[in-house]
């Protein structure tokens, strides 16, 4: 890499020649292709930036000016322009560069949190604490069309125009897409101003004139803006942003480097709120992914670049069980209805779709509203399926205790990604999932723990129509069937010894993991019975009452270990009345730099030798005669 080479930070760009800045993208391009070929990664997002990334990189100076990447997968120009291309060979990779800002790796990150539709927010913060320090620095927050369909990005839009002084300078990064084409009337208004035919000629002369130079400067641009606002408003009479009082700039190309530095300097010297509105492609000068109709390369596992083609086949996931059950759930039960937050493929609600057009909704990055819209749908005779995320739940978690659980409503959580997931960093990890819906009154949650299990409980869980209901399961490649010995009411018995002292409890994709620990303590003479409850929410009675006849329960989850199933199974056994000791294995209360998920599995313990060691080493201090610790 030539020139991308000699950037050591933002400064040098501002040094360059348009020869220069134009090699400079190509050279980014590339250089996006080939990490992420290699490595995976968020190809499209990012290929769609290279020049809005290059010009808010010129026109701003940060870190003084503060830039917030929202969701932060298409970041990865923005930290090869603040001096990491380097680095880009350990992208996603443990001890590597993130895959999203981290405040560890640079000056020039903010917000390391992956959850959509937060950077108005955080910028409509900094903009104030500017304002009240007495800084004139600039804040700019960059949000996809994707996730300005969040609730979040509206409270913070709502605020922002009232922000009289504050310097900030919202960019809309409008792709038309987030996995698919971004939907609702926002994303019908925003296409409308993208693809109106009457708008090109207008916007053609006013870019032809920018390149011919026969308009110079910044000024230059407050007449040609005249014109095209003039055209804008035949169009689009009532500017949705500028109804809400902010002053609006664009549509301007996104991928017009010098379009795009008019306008930011334009942002830039008013002095207040503005928004500026860039039309770019996701994928941009990579035509493969331009015509990936599914998601255009949104995510991409390591690929072979000359064909786009995936270079390891992952095995069949957990998302591909369900996305063929609920397909036959759905051929029965005409009430049921599957609902989307901007998701459909990677959640596994395709074939549904595909099958039944009208009874799939995708709401948009907007999971506040998928639930209690599921709550509506529920107390008005359907049974709703809400396909997230695990983590994206964490968002809804009022929506579910108060508008669902509390009314009682029959609607079905299916959460994906729950557990480690690793690459994607601390914030999408499905971690919390089992801790946080322990607290909720009525709700059932169920980990199945192969994929009959997914397919069975999932059959149980919309058959319940007087409460909400939840089944999670882990990414990536599901598990072959584990066989039961025996159902011990609503539980399966997996192994047993005879007059065994140890019980283990093992939840969902960690029950492998327990059985073969049992292996290996038995190799220790430890006596030992692993069951696996199915539903974690409520507990069985009956398997309560066989764990508080053992000298040692053991519980495995992946989930964290606080408020979690081994403590709410403890807490179950304490209520029954038993003082049994209980040993709980789960996910530490910390946040999780990103690494593969067996990584970071086998650094919390969470391997058949560790629980192994656990259970013979308790059992040992627990003979009877040893004083127990
Ligand atoms: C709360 C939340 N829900 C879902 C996601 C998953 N997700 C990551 S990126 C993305 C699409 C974002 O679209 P957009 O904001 O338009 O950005 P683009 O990728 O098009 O640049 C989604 C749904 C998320 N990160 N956060
Ligand atoms: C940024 C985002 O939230 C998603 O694109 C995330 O990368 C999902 O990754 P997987 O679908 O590979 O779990
Ligand atoms: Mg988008």
Partial sequence: MGVLDSISGPADLRRMSDEELTQLAAEIRELLICSVAANGGHLGPNLGVVELGIAIHRIFDSPRDRIVWDTGHQAYVHKMLTGRANDFGSLRKEGGLSGYPSRAESEHDWVENSHASTSLSYADGMAKANQILGRDDHVVAVIGDGA??????????????????????????????????????????????????????????????????????????????????????????????????????????????????????????????????????????????????????????????????????????????????????????????????????????????????????????????????????????????????ATFLNRAFDQVLLDVALHRCGVTFVLDRAGVTGDDGPSHNGMWDMSMLQLVPGLRLAAPRDGAQLRELLREAVAVDDAPTVVRFAKGAVPDDVPALERLGVADVLSRDDDSDVFVLAAGSLVRVALEAADIARQSGARVTVVDPRWVKPFDPAVVELAARHQLVVTVEDNGRQGGVGAAFTQALRDAGSDVLVSVHGVEQEFLDHAKRDVILDRLGLTPQAIADDIVARSARNKPGTARR
């Fill in 148 to 389: 300005l369909t969040g609730g979040m990005a509206w409270e913070a839009l709502n605020n922002i125009a009232m922000g009289g002084d504050r310097r900030l300078v919202v960019i809309v990064n409008d792709n038309g897409r987030s996995y698919t084409p971004t939907v609702g009337g926002l994303a019908n208004r925003l296409t409308e101003i993208r693809t109106n035919p009457k708008y090109e000629p207008a916007l053609n002369a006013i870019k032809e004139r920018l390149q011919r130079g026969r308009f110079a400067g910044p000024a230059a641009y407050d007449a040609l803006h005249a014109i095209k606002k003039g055209v804008k408003d035949a169009l689009a009479p009532q500017g949705m942003f500028e109804d809400l009082g902010l002053k609006y700039i664009g549509p301007v190309d996104g991928h017009d480097r010098q379009a795009m530095e008019h306008a930011l300097t334009q942002a830039k010297r008013f002095g207040g709120p503005v928004l500026v509105h860039a039309l770019t492609t996701k994928g941009q000068g990579y035509d493969i992914a331009v015509a990936n109709e599914n998601d255009q390369m949104h995510q991409a596992n390591p690929f072979d670049r000359e064909t786009g083609e995936a270079t390891s086949v992952a095995p069949a996931g957990w998302t591909s069980v369900f996305r063929d059950e609920i397909v036959r759930i759905a051929d029965e039960r005409p009430d049921v209805v599957g609902i989307t937050a901007a998701m459909l493929y990677p959640v596994g609600l395709d074939a549904f779709a595909d099958k039944f057009p009208d009874r799939v909704f995708d709401v948009g990055i907007a999971e506040q509203h998928a639930v209690t819209s599921a709550a509506g749908m529920a107390l008005a005779g359907l049974h709703p399926v809400v396909a997230v995320y």
